[in-house]
């Protein structure tokens, strides 16, 4: 069985709508090509309670958390405190991460302020994520994993945490380019879906402003069963429109 991950974006900006989210589509894509099942995504404000509470739910839940944005250096940056209420742990200065981050602003000139200590605080028995752009660390504890909301910095830290994971096998898919409707290939997709469950098939309509068609995406581990199940809905939608279809497999990129 596939492991599994969960995200939870950390931020008032996102619920405003201020910042745009850019994290957990790469996210997405990089779980998928490790072979992980991305199952949930959450999105909480700047609210301790309301973190801790998504973070208990998923780390029971799933194999994997991953945690975006609120470790930075202000006051509204919330989530090392309440990944450390989640675990009932203790929060400090990480040796590390403090002696890391003293030194890179010492070389810079800069003073080593209190607001930036902050950013070397982890809970008590966490292990650091390396930040190869801009230097504060993540962390990670359990099964979580916290990571800085900057989407430059949150990939390359996502980057150095994924080649360390077990990697499952890749999810393949077959794109097909139904010139159909949603309403006339329901029916027969339905039934080929019942008929094939190790396969998941998604349906996505599209118009170009004449006319209406759909795109359909087979997604399986299995490549035997893809292929079976591509066969028998390139016959049933041919069926629903009097023409084969055009079927490409390929990686899953989405």
């Excluded at 199952?39 to 700047?46: A, N, P, Q, S, Y």
């Excluded at 910095?153 to 994924?162: C, G, N, P, S, T």
């Excluded at 077959?174 to 879906?193: H, K, S, T």
């Amino acid at each position: 069985m596939a492991q599994t991950a969960s995200m939870l974006a950390i931020g008032d900006e996102l619920l405003s709508g201020r910042t745009k989210d850019k994290n957990i589509a790469h996210l997405a894509d990089v779980m998928t090509m490790a072979g992980i099942d991305l199952k949930e995504v959450r999105i909480v404000g700047d609210e301790p309670e309301e973190i801790v509470a998504a973070v208990n739910a998923l780390r029971a839940r799933y194999d994997y958390v991953f945690t975006s944005g609120g470790i930075g250096p202000t006051h509204d940056d919330m989530t090392a405190d309440a990944i450390a209420a989640a675990f009932e742990a203790p929060i400090g200065y990480h040796p590390q991460a403090y002696a890391l981050m003293a030194k890179h602003y010492e070389a810079r000139g800069m003073e080593f302020t209190e607001a930036r200590k902050r950013m070397a605080r982890t809970p008590e028995g966490a292990s650091l994520i390396d930040n190869p752009v801009s230097v504060a660390p993540g962390f990670h504890i359990g099964n979580v994993y916290v990571l800085a909301g900057v989407p430059a910095v949150f990939q390359a830290m996502l980057e150095k945490i994924v080649a360390g994971l077990p990697q499952g096998p890749v999810v393949l898919s077959a794109a097909v380019e139904c010139p159909f409707g949603e309403g006339d290939i329901g029916g027969p997709l339905g039934e080929i879906q019942k008929r094939h469950p190790d396969v998941v098939i998604g349906s996505y309509p599209k118009f170009d402003g004449a006319r209406y068609s759909t795109e359909l995406v087979v997604r399986s581990r299995d490549g035997e069963a893809l292929s079976r199940a591509r066969s028998e809905g390139r016959g049933d939608a041919g069926r629903a429109g009097g023409q084969p279809l055009h079927v490409m497999s390929r990686p899953c990129l989405r």
